[in-house]
């Protein structure tokens, strides 16, 4: 059981939420806590700080977390035990992510080495996925 | 169901022939934190004035942890349950932080001294100091302690970062951040939209005495949108005639629209009239305020 979240200063290097950005707070953790796992930075056991001590941390409000966690606990991503806190599933739920995460992320690797290829420049591209993004019929929000 | 702390129904109050508060209708949720915002002399002030009896309203009526503000009995109830953290701390300033907490803790039977304790701690005051002596970021946070030890179910702040370094409010906010644990709901005004855009679960706009907008910050990032068109010509009237349209900026050819519920409906009549989406993109805590409160003077 490690805590992998800690640097030597004591803050949270690990998440870094945008309070600006288009999407709520409690669901860009909930994607930074899976992208941990996907990268294998967190693994089956690792436990998760307190709901308090995370929002402290981060200065989020606590139900951010709070909701976070639930959500994930839903997904079958973590396990919230009682009194002793969030840990990642010790499931196959996990692997099973990991595996394909690597999968989409090799063909979004494909994509972008071909726009470049046809010369579009890193801005460019990066500009062309905010804007699918944030378009209406594939917006991940309203699935 | 949400369960309120705070509830108000037409409250007004009126200095004179200035209307203060004209007709505030406003919630604030159970163990949530929630922001305050408003210009100068919008009427966040005398509306917290208002919640804690400080003033008295000239009409309408308002609930604090269910209680009625305009009771007197009733009120001193509720006020037992909540604790008030105002822009000037008035504190004693010839006592020393341990007298001035040994002082306040006398007058409340349900004092929580390792909560003091831990918070002394915490915020590192010097025991030994004289309130007067101490720095305005050192006051507020004395003056959170002295709220906090009485574990309240409702926190009122008004502008608590006023004035405080960096470092000072980062602290303030790490503190305010985690109440909801306790079971402390924080309402708290504050001209500093970023603060509020970071720990608030919830956002109350006051514009000249009447709420503007009510929203939890996760409708703002996930449905509010700002959609930038171009259309072929000048753009027909009234083709965005729709509840969720907030605002419509008109420039020759080109629109800018934001809407409170996604882009799909805009870019939809927006294709209909062969018009471009150019952009579509969220928007931040601070165009809703300034598109909130600068549409009028």
Redesign the interface.
């Known amino acids: 059981m490690t805590v992998l979240l800690y640097s030597n200063s004591g803050t949270v290097e690990m998440f870094k939420l945008n309070p600006q950005a288009g999407q709520p707070l409690y669901s860009q953790l909930m994607q930074q806590i899976r992208y941990a796992i996907d990268t294998g930075a967190l693994r089956a056991g690792d436990q998760l700080p307190g709901i308090r001590t995370l929002a402290e941390e981060i200065v989020v409000s606590h139900n951010t977390v709070a909701k976070a966690y639930s959500e994930l606990e839903h997904e079958g991503i973590v396990e919230l035990r009682h009194g002793s806190g969030a840990f990642i599933a010790s499931r196959n739920n996990v692997q099973v992510r990991s595996e394909k995460f690597r999968h989409a992320q090799d063909r979004v690797r494909a994509l972008i080495g071909a726009l470049r290829r046809e010369g579009w420049s890193e801005d460019e591209i990066h500009r062309m996925f905010g804007a699918e993004l944030f378009r209406p019929e594939q917006s991940p929000a309203r699935r | 169901m949400l369960d309120y702390v705070i509830e108000t129904h037409d409250l007004c109050k009126q200095f004179g022939n200035v209307h203060a508060v004209s007709g505030l209708n406003m919630r604030v949720v159970r ?3 929630t922001g305050f915002l408003g210009r100068n002399g919008a009427g966040k002030s005398t509306t917290i004035k208002m919640l804690l009896g400080m003033t008295h309203p000239t009409s309408g009526s308002g609930q604090l942890l269910g209680r009625s503000i305009t009771d007197p009995k009733q009120d001193l109830e509720a006020r037992r349950q909540v604790a008030y953290c105002g822009e000037d701390k008035q504190l004693y300033a010839y006592m020393t932080v341990k007298q001035l907490i040994e002082f306040t803790a006398s007058f409340y039977p349900d004092w929580r001294s390792e909560v003091a304790a831990s918070l002394l701690d915490r915020f590192q005051l010097p025991r030994g100091r004289k309130v007067k002596a101490l720095s305005k970021g050192m006051r507020t946070k004395l003056a959170l302690l002295l709220a906090l030890a009485r574990r309240p179910s409702l926190l009122i702040l008004d502008e608590p970062t006023e004035g405080l370094d960096p470092v000072a409010i ?1 602290e303030l ?3 305010l ?5 306790d079971g402390t709901t924080v309402f708290f005004s504050s001209h500093q939209i ?1 603060e509020v ?5 919830r956002v109350c706009i006051i514009d000249r005495g009447r709420l503007a907008v009510d929203l939890s ?2 409708e703002i ?2 449905d ?2 700002r959609i930038t068109l171009s259309f072929p010509k000048q753009p027909p009237h009234h083709l965005f005639d729709l509840p969720e349209i907030r605002s419509i900026e008109t420039n020759g050819r080109q629109m800018i629209v934001v809407s409170s519920h ?3 409906a805009v ?1 939809e009549r927006a294709k209909s009239a062969d018009a471009i989406v150019l ?7 601070r165009e809703l305020f300034l598109g909130t409160v600068q549409d009028h003077k």
Do not use: K, M
């Open positions: 163990n949530q934190v980062e906010l790490q503190t951040s985690g109440l909801p644990a970023s855009e970071r720990i608030a679960d910050l996760d990032r996930q509010h949108r996604g882009a799909d870019v952009d579509i993109a969220p928007i931040n805590l």
